[in-house]
């Protein structure tokens, strides 16, 4: 996602260029039709979620999305027949969990999470599709946002089925399990800049095939989350750390706390964590009691917690 006039987003979601925008109780819409494939800048701004001077464009109203948490968020008005697109956007952003009645049971659970929670409000965790998310997570290894952005946004150019094109910026969807597990990409992404990175994304992808087939990332949604996890730590690149995000951010584990360096200082410094201190790296012993302690803190969704 890129904002690409104040306040509005764009990018690329279940396959469909989106532009999004919130005011205070609503989160304004459009999506891009695949053949839109020149929309141009005033047009787009337009229909981009203003609500003013709608004149019939394809806007999209979503009433009470993300403001008043102390409600539940199911009041809709729509401008069209968009029931498809409203439902995508109630998934992603996961609008069936109340975020108002967590922040308070993290509250009054932890006094350092209430003295933050009035300064990161509103913070949701995205439901993310599982194959973008781990193929994009597999590019974090050593690398900074930048880097790892540039990255993706490469890997769908060169990978990807084009979707449209708004003012100058062409727009990609993220590659499938099939694009990615073919013998000519490692050499295709070396050529990119992704280093060692390259190998691990063709041969994840081509594991996953051979070994599971097209079903089986989406599949261990249903399964406990230590089992997911264990599951995607037999992919190559793919650690801990990243199989915690991936369990979290596209396979519905609230428990998983993906756990670094930071989140051990963290630990330390506002938690009085004391175990492992004589460590100077995390063990897998390690990296499971500091996550137990935080499910023990912030309950079932200690995942979401720690992302505030």
Same mark, same amino acid.
């Given at each position: ?50 609500? @003013? &001077?709608?004149?019939? !464009? ?5 009433? $009470?999305?993300?403001?008043? %948490?102390?409600?539940?968020? *199911? ?125 691990? @994304? &063709?041969?994840?992808? !081509? ?5 599971? $087939?097209?079903?089986?990332? %989406?599949?261990?949604?249903? *399964? ?85």
């Amino acid at each position: 996602w890129r904002e690409t006039t104040e306040g509005h987003w764009t990018g690329v979601m279940g396959g469909r260029v989106w532009t999004l925008t919130q005011t205070d109780d609503t989160l304004w819409y459009h999506v891009y039709k695949n053949q839109d494939r020149q929309v141009e800048e005033s047009d787009r701004k337009r229909r981009a979620g203003v609500p @003013l &001077q709608m004149e019939n !464009k394809p806007e999209r109203r979503f009433k $009470g999305a993300l403001k008043k %948490e102390e409600e539940e968020p *199911v009041a809709v008005t729509l401008v069209q027949d968009t029931e498809e697109e409203e439902e995508m956007l109630r998934d992603y952003f996961q609008l069936n969990v109340k975020l108002g009645d967590l922040y308070k049971e993290w509250g009054a659970a932890d006094p350092h999470f209430k003295h933050i929670a009035d300064i990161f409000t509103g913070v949701r965790m995205l439901r993310q599709d599982p194959t973008e998310c781990l193929f994009s997570l597999i590019c974090t290894s050593n690398n900074n946002i930048s880097r790892i952005q540039g990255m993706v946004e490469r890997l769908c150019q060169a990978l990807g089925a084009p979707l449209c094109q708004l003012d100058q910026t062409s727009y990609y969807n993220f590659p499938s399990l099939s694009a990615l597990a073919d013998n000519s990409v490692e050499a295709c992404l070396r050529d990119l800049g992704f280093g060692y990175r390259a190998r691990f @994304l &063709q041969q994840s992808a !081509k594991q996953i095939l051979d070994t599971h $087939g097209l079903q089986w990332l %989406e599949g261990l949604r249903s *399964v406990p989350y230590l089992q997911a996890r264990d599951a995607l730590r037999t992919l190559p690149g793919v650690g801990t750390k990243v199989a915690d995000c991936v369990c979290l951010m596209s396979l519905d584990k609230a428990e998983a706390v993906p756990i670094d360096t930071h989140v051990w200082q963290i630990a330390k410094r506002d938690y009085n964590y004391a175990s492992g201190s004589g460590q100077k790296s995390i063990t897998d012993k390690l990296h499971r009691d500091i996550g137990d302690f935080f499910r023990k803190l912030w309950g079932p969704y200690a995942g979401w917690a720690q992302s505030v």
